[in-house]
């Protein structure tokens, strides 16, 4: 808030007296901790070693040992959502944020804009004296938002935070990041082969941005949000890493259920009584079949060694992270900072079953609708971790490693979704050492304990915006009160239609599956009742036996989400969940210019290539020395990319990384001015919504090859990986060529994408009129 002037103002300085206690910056409370909240993905409580699990996590152990391990912290299921509540302290729904960025639809819970009375706990910190920054995954930028001609009012910066380096949306490539600092795109700073990884640059990142505030201004506090990519798909990690875990998962995921729960039980994580959920616990016609988990002893040899590396892959990607987190705890010991330090170590939903019952070589299927197969599988099951692939898990393992619960991300119903680990660390602030808490919570308590920590107050109004009530509670009483009763009541539950509302030690949950088809049937919905206090696993439904009860606590979940904008739900299928989703509104010629030397489009923002008949025209001045990407979208993983390369101009389609690559070549024009480009003419669609259809390259007015080619619909990368111009960011596309392969040797004036359906002739020739006047 402003201050008031109150020095003296004569008409002669030396007569005047200087206030400028009314202009300096808020200081922090006296001896007001730093705040450092690290937060990974996709991790459900039995994987890591501090619950009980085989993944080794040496930095969380050592806080985990020295702070409060909690076992009853919850989340909203999925990442965006959850991510909002860390950011504003209210309900995801409240936020905007239902669904992820990247789903986002039109209604007021599932837009994707933080609203203003929602201020974010950056603002409030940074208005109280702190430094505020933001480390790697932002999955809460608005899909509106992503491109950079985009306003940046919901960017980091433009909600609070000082710096921020990492990247937007939900996953990325963790060997070739999409890389934002502040507010524009930059290169990484080397390349895997120099020995990059995204878990190690953000460490080197943190450390500097603290060194940094700490060197200028030594007594100013710091907040901290550190995001790692880990660990969301892909599952990417150094080979030693890997290697640490060969054979460790061999005995299977039922197994490993059976031999974590007694590990969790025996550390007090969970009670004797709990009891094991099934590995498919929702009835036919209600599980989707991506989400179903192929039992152990049904699998080949085969198929059971390619499972088990990937559970290697996945244990090594998260060790290997936690050693970077490490780098940075050191510094903060040997800096002095680390006793007074507010550390909360945690996860933002359960382990995720985007991997389909038999794993994936390549995730970016799941988001195409498009089935995983074996024998591709297999074939990469050495490479499993490294650039060549993108790989995720099958569904065994993501019931597994949300052991005893049921289902896994995406399930707000129930707690294999919602039920994550959380350690808080503070030497200075917490007396008890490497004890449980076992008090119900969610992460809409994460902001009122950061304040109540730092003793700042919840202002009342926020850049003269009057704030909304926090959703959620304080846990700072549980610091140094294991058995105290907990002070949260109610929390509801909603995610892509799978709703549940915990109530005083009472549970309502129902039986849906989130993306089952393009029916809702809500009101049909099944709904079962667990008393939490007596059956943690939610293994028990008490429906039958108390009818008034569960009816209760359905009203009291239609009540939570008329407050909260919960309605309307939405779980559609995988083709009319992308026609629901956000695309820029197209141009009403159908008729986009990018330029070279300017930064990449997103996907949600450029032409519309996805599932549509398209041209992609390029005005290239040539010489006899010219290589190099012409334009490139997407990656090995799915992707297209026209290039110049050994005297042949080459334009190849990566349909989801299925070899053989698409590709049509030519010799590459002579020396001058030649339009050089494609046409897809779509045809039909295959099984999985692919579109079909005859590629034609094209030199001047000169169709020069065809073939017949098939398309992706639904993405090309949740990772970013847009469009860009005279190079190929991050990932490469095609087999031909390695990283960025930039183009030399010529100049590319411009590239026209035309999504309108107009003949390819008529388009070569506007073109050529065009540039006749230019």
């Known amino acids: 808030m402003p201050r008031p002037f109150k020095g003296k103002i004569e008409l002669d300085i030396r007569d005047s007296r200087a206030d400028w206690d009314a202009f300096l910056a808020e200081k922090a409370p006296e001896g007001a901790p730093n705040v450092l909240v690290i937060l990974y993905d996709d991790t459900g409580q039995a994987a890591w070693s501090t619950y009980g699990g085989r993944i080794e996590m040496p930095t969380l152990d050592r806080l985990a040992k020295n702070g409060l391990t909690y076992t009853q912290w919850h989340t909203t299921a999925v990442c965006s959502p959850t ?63 992503f491109s950079i001609g985009a306003s940046k009012k919901a ?7 000082d710096r921020f380096y990492g990247f937007i949306g939900g996953e990325t490539n963790q060997w070739y990041p999409e890389l934002i600092e502040d507010n524009h795109f930059v290169d990484q700073p080397y390349l895997p082969e120099e020995g990059y990884h995204f878990s190690k640059d953000i460490a080197d990142k943190a450390i500097t941005f603290i060194r940094d505030s700490k ?27 890997i290697d640490k875990y060969r054979g460790k998962f061999d005995d299977g995921y039922e197994a490993y259920r059976e031999w974590v729960l007694k590990r969790m039980i025996e550390r007090g994580i969970l009670p004797a009584s709990t009891d094991l959920t099934p590995i498919n616990p929702l009835p036919d016609g209600v599980l989707p079949d991506a989400d179903s988990v192929r039992p152990w002893h049904t699998l080949s040899a085969d198929e ?38 507010v550390i ?137 009160d294991a058995d105290g009763a907990t002070t949260k009541e109610t929390q509801y539950y909603e ?59 359905q009203a009291l979940w239609f009540e939570e989400a008329k407050k909260n904008n919960v309605l309307p739900l939405i779980d559609l299928g995988i083709v009319a969940f992308h026609a629901a989703e956000f695309h820029a509104a197209p141009l009403k010629s159908g008729r986009y210019t990018y330029y070279p030397g300017t930064t ?36 090995r993983f799915g992707g297209y990319s026209l290039f110049v390369k050994d005297g ?29 480009g494609v046409e897809f003419a779509k045809s039909g669609v295959g099984q999985y919504a692919e579109a079909q259809g005859k590629m034609t390259l094209y030199v001047d007015d000169n169709a020069v090859a065809e073939g017949d080619f098939r398309t992706q619909s639904g993405h090309y990368a949740l990772a970013g990986e847009g469009l860009a111009v005279g190079r190929d960011s991050g990932d490469p596309v095609s087999s031909e060529y390695g990283s960025a392969f930039n183009f030399s040797g010529g100049t590319i004036e411009k590239v026209v994408f035309d999504v309108a359906g107009d003949h390819y002739i008529d388009v070569e020739q506007k073109m050529a009129a065009a540039l006749a006047r230019d």
């Open 215 to 241: 060197q200028s201004d030594p007594e100013k506090p710091w907040y901290m949000w550190y995001c790692p990519g880990a660990n969301h798909a892909p599952h990417h990690a150094p080979q030693e890493y």
């Open 155 to 161: 960017w980091p910066l433009g909600l609070g935070y």
């Open 304 to 341: 059971k060694r390619l499972f088990s590396r990937m559970a290697e892959v996945y244990a090594a990607f998260s060790e290997y992270t936690d050693v970077q987190i490490g780098r940075l705890i050191d510094y903060l010991e040997e800096s002095g900072q680390l006793d007074n330090t």
């Open 495 to 553: 995610m892509t239609g799978t709703r549940g509302i915990w109530h005083k030690g009472w549970k309502a949950a129902t039986e849906h599956g989130p993306l089952p088809s393009d029916q809702g049937n809500f009101d049909k919905d099944n709904w079962q009742l667990f008393n939490t206090e007596e059956d943690r696993a939610e293994a028990h439904d008490l429906a039958a036996q108390h009818p008034e009860k569960l009816r209760e606590l």
């Open 648 to 676: 042949e101009l080459v334009f190849a389609y990566n349909f989801l990384g299925i070899p053989p690559e698409q590709q049509l070549r030519c010799a590459a024009p002579k020396s001058g001015k030649h339009i050089v």
């Open 600 to 635: 990449e489009v997103p996907e949600a923002s450029s032409a519309r290539t996805l599932g549509a008949s398209f041209k992609a025209l390029a005005e290239v001045d040539f010489t006899a020395d010219t290589e190099g990407v012409i334009f490139a979208q997407g990656s």
């Open 83 to 145: 991510r909002s509540c860390f950011l504003t302290g209210r309900n995801h729904h409240a936020n905007g944020f239902g669904s992820i960025s990247e789903a986002a639809t039109g209604f007021p819970g599932y837009n994707g804009h933080i609203p203003l009375e929602n201020g974010t706990i950056a603002h409030v910190l940074r208005n109280a004296g702190y430094s505020t920054f933001w480390i790697g995954k932002n999955h809460n930028v608005p899909v509106d938002a």
């Open 344 to 480: 909360l170590y945690c996860a933002d939903n359960g382990a995720s079953g985007e991997g389909s019952p038999n794993g994936s070589v390549n995730e970016n299927r799941f988001f195409n609708g498009y089935p995983d197969e074996m024998e591709s599988n297999m074939a990469m099951i050495d490479k499993l971790g490294s650039p060549d692939t993108y790989n995720h898990y099958p569904t065994g393992w993501a019931v597994a490693f949300s052991t005893p619960y049921k289902m896994f991300k995406r399930y707000a119903s129930f707690a294999g979704g919602t039920c994550d680990p959380l350690v808080i660390h503070w030497p200075a602030g917490i007396k008890a050492k490497g004890e449980l808490r076992h008090q119900y919570h969610h992460c809409t308590d994460i902001v009122p304990t950061i304040l109540e920590c730092c003793g700042v107050p919840m202002p009342q109004e926020i850049d003269c915006v009057k704030q909304a009530p926090l959703a959620g509670v304080s846990m700072k009483y549980s610091f140094d």
